[in-house]
């Protein structure tokens, strides 16, 4: 799958997020002053080789972005070496060097491996004098772990494609750790491709695991098999404490988020500051989910006895309104929320099938006023979505009921269908026929007249075109003009089928015509029947009584008069 456009290429979307992430992380941490290339593109390239470098740094050591970029040694004398990381707790050090590529294409050759050799060489050898002042800053940690006998050494390739190594380029590798073993010191191998920096920068922006504690009164149930469980009484109060100290992040395997003080959600408040004996009985319980349980008994260790569950990777699945509400509560009333309880229902997913968290989720909230759109917030689909709009762009995308707009700079909403268009019908006709010569055709007023018309046809204009509109039937034509229910528009078109139908008049019977596409058949149904359609121009106006029609074509109108 391809992603942005870089220099007229497609670049891989996978190498388009973790590049994007390398700018937002280290941008204004690792020192560029030494690149001069004139060209943009190449000073980009070559910072983003020191960026994987400083990635690497810490997915290997768990340190801060400053503390990574700290290790970055690149430049003129590194000998191969981009990276020097070290860890915390061991004598234990990574020697990185790093490949960038925009089309995730980087390779690791022998010529780049026997540079890599020869700077390790260089560090046995304590030649530290030789290498770049950004080296210099490190040397002291680098010759205190040279120097223990149980020193660990590896050397890291970290490179923005597959990672594959020809035989040769290992063999060069393999006879340095020969060289380099003997008498307690280790050295090897690792090779970090473009796939564990894309996982990387999922992993940072994915949302860090909770860890709740739970206090159960006497009469609290639990179960072994086939998955861990409690069901129990848990005070309102150890519930606001958790919202207040988690935020939405409890929510964060809800379909849902809090939607705020909602009629219902004043109902709850109202309920634990004004009534909190009764809350239990007249609400709902919530339920969590976690990774882990972990029991502190009080005193005797027995089912039913008091107890504080600690749990971690925790979520509440069902009950945010609650969770929230008894928060709001609490801040107006600590004292009444904190004799109201809650059914709480504590599952542990350990050991359990993929998804099963997610068939939770969706059971418990099965249920009244939920909207089935709110289900999509568990689906994986829309967890990729976010991850690739925030990596891809930068965004937040927003897809669950009750998240807070991003601000706009970061806003990426979810799409919502247009509404259905709304056909409105008219609540008055638009007749053309009135005899007020004081209202002329043209003038906006309905019932609007022509001068010029004649007194058996109101409907004729001067031009003595008649306009469908007329006798009162609610129906403006496609032929009049847009504010004049008299005035016909002029047809841009060759002649058409006009069609008679009958009705009513002070003088008679009328004929009014509407036009027949082309390609149909000329036909149409009136009063008394189906009757014959003619090609032309202009329609026909025929009395009932005297059977004569008025038209520019007299031979043709007296066919269609007979045929009447």
Known sequence: MSGNTRGGRRIPREVHQVREALLREFDGLINVDDITHPD???????????????????????????EAAATVIDGEHDFGIDAVAFSAAATEMWLIQAKWSD??????????????VRGLKKLDNRDFDQFNERFQRLADRVQSVLNSHTCKVVLVVAVMGDGRLSTETVDILDEARQDFEGFGRTIEHQVMSSAEFHQAVREDIAPQPISLSATMATGWHHRDTPY???YGLVAADELARWYGEKGDALYDRNVRTSLGLTSVNQVLVES??????????????????????????????AVGEPVRLELTDASVVNGAQTVTSAHRAFEQNPEAVADAYVTVRIISVKDSPEGFDRDITEATNTQNHMERRDFIAIDEVQSRIREDFKLSLDKEYVFRRGELDPPPSAAARSW?????????????????????????????APGARTPGCSADSPARTKSGVPCSSCGG???????????????????????????????????????????????????????????????S????????????ATSPARSRASRVADSW
């Open 473 to 535: 039937c609610g129906r403006r034509s496609t032929r009049c003009g847009p504010r004049s229910p008299g005035v016909r528009r002029p047809s841009p078109t060759p002649a058409a089928f006009w069609c008679r139908t009958s009705s009513s008049s002070a003088s008679g019977r009328r004929v009014s015509t509407s036009p027949i596409p082309h390609g149909k058949r000329p036909w149409a149904r009136s009063r008394t029947g189906w009757r014959r359609c003619w090609l």
């Open 537 to 548: 121009s202009s329609p026909w106006w025929i009395t009932s009584s005297a059977r004569t």
């Open 40 to 66: 943009p593109v190449e000073r980009q390239r070559a910072f983003l080789s020191r960026a994987l470098a400083a990635k690497a740094a810490r997915r290997l050591t768990d340190c801060t972005p400053e």
């Open 272 to 301: 634990l500051t004004k009534d909190p004996q009764n809350f239990w009985y007249l609400h709902n319980g919530i339920t969590v989910i976690c990774g882990s349980i972990t029991e502190h008994f009080f005193a005797k260790r």
């Open 416 to 444: 919502k269908p247009p509404r259905p268009w709304r056909v409105r019908t008219p609540t008055r006709p638009w007749p053309c026929g009135s005899r007020d010569p004081a209202n002329p055709c043209g003038s906006g």
């Open 103 to 116: 089309k995730g294409t980087a390779g690791f050759n022998t010529e780049a491996a026997n540079k890599l």
């Open 228 to 230: 861990k469980a409690y």
